[in-house]
């Protein structure tokens, strides 16, 4: 198999081994000292062949156009702030008048139009080998993008706070459909929708407010390609009534879950793995932290790789972004994290 049938075989099934499929956004700019903010995210043509190289030299069975989470917001009218090391929302929308906000046009949405053409770039020089992977914001995440996550979190105050935010989510769904549906006419085998800040407000609100939109979401687009629902922090929570959050984000129809470090993996393989491919998920603070040695590092992502690979559906990466500083301990990590998925990941 190569990578891209690797990738796609593993959400159904069995594949030869475990695809090696680390987040790699920072990462790859860094390597060839790339200054991320304002040339990687800027220029379509040095993601793609930054991610080209990062995935051929390390052996990655996917190349992806993620950057930051403001590439649809910015189309809305967020700006964006290019300043530090990676890109931020320098002033959101207001809530008060987003009513009288027009939709988008994301044919001249020129942040928008750049992911399009990386993905267009990735497809010309590696469509046939690498799984290409484009990227949405999950409904929620999305939001919190638009009118910033304290003013978001801030509506919870609300009787009426899942109505609110629902009504915030059906507006902004035509939009997140066309920005994934023009990714994969570009060529994208996958997309990817974030979901940084959903752990934030708990099995409840997530299951009243956003469970529906993100089934309709994730549905529209799997009628053409796959999705992977990368969701960030402790998503295995079970509140008071039973509202179990882990359950909830595995019916949101997405094909693939990627679960933070937080989530037991050998836990969440067993609770629904069964039911959805799994990605993930060694601990991001450790695989960044000098004070680790080799051995505590690749016995981690040992670990890891066992606890997930059973009966397939499984796909090896960490808990989120792979650490890019210090360089020469990512490298080293990201290597061993690849000696292992050969060694152990062999079916």
Known sequence: MNSLERTLATIEGI???????????????????INYSNVYCKNADVLAEAQIKCATSLGIDHVNVSTDAYR??????????????TPVAKKYLSLDDFESVENPDLDSAERVQNRIRAIRILKDRVGQEQCIMGWIEAPFAEICCLFGLMSVLKLARKPNWNEF??????RILPVQLEFAKMQIDAGADIIGAGDSAVSQIGPKRYNEACLIPTQELFKEIRKHVPVLYHVCGDSSIIDINGRDMLQLVADSGASV??????????????????????????????????????????????????????????????????PWNPLKLAIRNIELARKQVGKLGVY
């Open 15 to 33: 594949p030869d081994r475990v695809p090696f499929n680390p987040f790699i956004m920072h990462l790859a700019a860094a390597i060839d000292d």
């Open 72 to 85: 649809e917001a910015s189309a809305w009218g967020v700006l964006v702030d290019f300043s530090s090391h």
């Open 165 to 170: 935010i629902g009504n915030l989510i059906q």
């Open 257 to 322: 879950l990627d679960l933070d470090y937080q989530v037991d993996m050998e836990y969440a393989k067993k609770k629904i793995g069964s039911k959805i491919c799994i990605r993930g998920n060694t601990n991001t603070a450790i695989l960044g932290d000098q004070m680790f040695d080799s051995k505590y590092v690749s016995d981690l992502i040992a670990n890891t790789i066992e606890s997930g690979k059973p009966n397939g559906r499984y796909m090896y990466s960490a808990g989120c972004e792979w």
